[in-house]
């Protein structure tokens, strides 16, 4: 197995040193390292952070190949700095039986970009009526423990409330879509003015909120694990403090695009911009933001949601919901989160890594870079700045919300176990 | 104006007074033995619907051909939303025939939107009429009908107060007529139950009511909006007769209006749910005038858009003159 030597990499943010990455793991830190053989990276004026991960990717296959295939969208996933990724159930069929999981997890290994988890349906067929064999997907090859019906909501509360008992039995954890279907019947983008002046039907925070406040005191009463997926409103923000202050064992995740952008782009009427939860106002941008800042929020997770062209190249009602995410997600984090000085890159390492990897029960990743520890690196150049081509994607789709718009950073070099599946920028 | 129009807000005070204007003119015209004028000759329009109308697209149909258009109704019931034909493909189709105006009625708010700034067409876009968003047409025929029987004399309707009661929140006709009806002047007031008013109103620079019975006696119009009886069993109202009791405009209300107060309805009326049959065949009633102040309105739309007569519309047009 080839040998990486990166000379004078800033791991962390921290003093410049040099870096081995040899037979999988990270051999050796200090200065003025040598190593025959090895590869030299030049790694001055870069970022080394431990490879990122992410609790919460639509890879597509199988059924909609035409959007993304595991291949493509692990690879836009080593793009953006990710050594691992859990795979949403939404497929066509269902993650929802051991079968599915463990072919979903075996497409991953054999792509070899990233290792890929793949999250098992809470209910069969994402339905809401019944459990899926949680515990055989837990006991599968793919060793499922993150659960999600995410695209809907496990909104019924006697099923909630199973769902996160059963799963203690293997240490798994719910991850809840938190949407009140009754009050988002036909919802297309966030309540208020706009909403109402545009004439698109809204979709109220007091929806999102209503469900997490419900979930963080079942999750309670019967002492389990929550996750709640893309937090959007000040409010839930609020709700999951309160929880954590308590004590209660919840866990948050905020997305990208709900610390970026804002609902005011859908009076553009392009559905670029339609995703859910919504685009929100300012003032939940700056929630999300402080909350990510002080741990309320976890973890920064994608929801990249390839979808084919046809599917945002109409009419906002007819559209599908969802945005990429993965090559983008590190830029806006530095964007919204590094240089307004609310997180550190060692926050970034927790946020985008460690803490995603604590709540997936993922071993092999999410460790700081140390000897011995295995090398999922991301070598990251945070003073350049790029302009956002949806053709250079190595995703199968183009609905990405930043095309044309300028971000910082660039993910210079992605290592998976000592292996380099992004050198230079480029897909190896 | 601009090259299209896809909301009230589009117009300034000078366009939507110019579309007056005009209308006025066209509506002249209805008054000749020979109703038609070549202005438009050569020209194509064609009516785009996905949804039903049969009023609206006649009411363009008819302004489009006294203006000599020719004219290409097409009519995509079930839209993409219903996994048909796209919205794109099928502009694409008018493009290629040589569309100059497309006028648009669809299920979807922004459809019209998509359809001008996209990319896919180059011919003028007319709103007839989308999703819960807006009809902008309808509010220049109510604007006009309103300024015929108000502002006489080449006045205005500044300070004119105007009621729009109903179903606020499904109303592409109030939103429409909330923005024109402020940008010529006139003070507006919804009245509503709660439920059936949409959420950030106050935004809206209009004045909102619960309390049909405290705004008509000051309003010099009363828009009465069409309410679907399904929409109780969404639960915005308990039941047809207590809505009908508490927002309905039946004889007893009419006689709190001053004299000279018009009553109007976009139409289609329920007879009955919003507004009684006495009021509506009442003298106060215009609902019929609305008409026919639709087809002139359209004419002069269609003409300030397509004739290039404010020497703003696109170079495409001039080409098509070569």
Known sequence: MSAYLVKNVSILGGEPTDLLLEDGVVADIGADLVADGAEVVDGAGLVALPGLVDLHTHLREPGREDAETVESGTQAAALGGFTAVHAMANTEPVADTAGVVEQVWRLGREAGYCDVYPVGAVTVGLAGEQLAELGAMADSAARVRVFSDDGRCVSDAVLMRRALEYVKAFDGVIAQHAQEPRLTEGAQMNEGELSGRLGLTGWPAVAEEAIIARDCLLAAHVGSRLHVCHVSTAGSVEIVRDAKRKGWNVTAEACPHHLLLTDDLAETYDPIYKVNPPLRSTADTQALRAGLADGTIDIVATDHAPHPHEDKDCEWAAAAFGMLGLETALSIVQETMVDPGLLDWAGVAERMSYAPARIGRVADHGQPIEVGAPANVVLYDPAARRTVEPAESASLSRNTPYAGMELPGRVVATFLRGKATVLDGKLQ | ?322
């Open chain 2, 1 to 322: 104006m601009k090259r299209h129009l896809l909301s009230a807000a589009d117009l300034t005070r000078d366009d939507a007074e110019l579309v007056l204007r005009t209308a006025e003119e066209m509506r002249s015209l209805a008054d000749r033995p020979i109703k038609k004028l070549p202005a438009l000759r050569g020209r194509t329009v064609v009516n785009l619907f996905f949804e039903d109308s049969t009023r609206t697209r006649i009411s363009f149909e008819a302004a489009a051909k006294r203006l000599s258009a020719d004219v290409i109704n097409f009519s995509a019931k079930g839209s993409s939303l219903s996994k048909g034909e796209s919205l794109k493909d099928t502009a694409l189709t008018l493009e290629a025939m040589g569309a100059d105006a497309v006028v648009v009625r669809h299920g979807a708010s922004g459809a019209p939107h998509r359809l001008a700034h996209s990319g896919w067409v180059r011919s003028s876009v007319v709103n007839a009429g989308d999703g819960t968003h807006e009809h902008p047409t309808q509010a220049l025929l109510d604007a006009f009908t309103m300024w015929r029987h108000l502002a006489q004399d080449g006045g205005s309707l500044d300070g004119r107060r105007v009621a729009i009661v109903g179903d606020v929140l499904h109303s592409r006709v109030a939103r429409s007529n909330a923005l024109l009806l402020q940008t010529l002047g006139a003070e507006v007031t919804l009245v509503a139950p709660p439920t059936l008013l949409p959420v950030g109103i106050e935004a809206w620079g209009v004045e909102k009511s619960y309390d049909l019975d405290a705004v008509i006696p000051k309003a010099d119009v009363v828009m009465m909006l069409r309410v679907q009886r399904e929409r109780m069993n969404a639960s915005f109202f308990p039941t047809a007769r207590e809505y009908s009791r508490r927002y309905g405009l039946d004889g007893r209300r009419m006689r709190t209006l001053q004299d000279h107060t018009i009553v109007m309805h976009p139409g289609p009326m329920v007879r009955g749910m919003e507004i009684t049959a006495d009021v509506a065949d009442s003298d106060r009633s215009v609902i019929v005038e609305q008409v026919t102040n639709g087809v002139a309105v359209r004419m002069a739309v269609l003409y300030l858009l397509l004739s290039g007569a404010d020497g703003v519309t696109g170079t495409d047009e001039s080409e098509n003159d070569a």
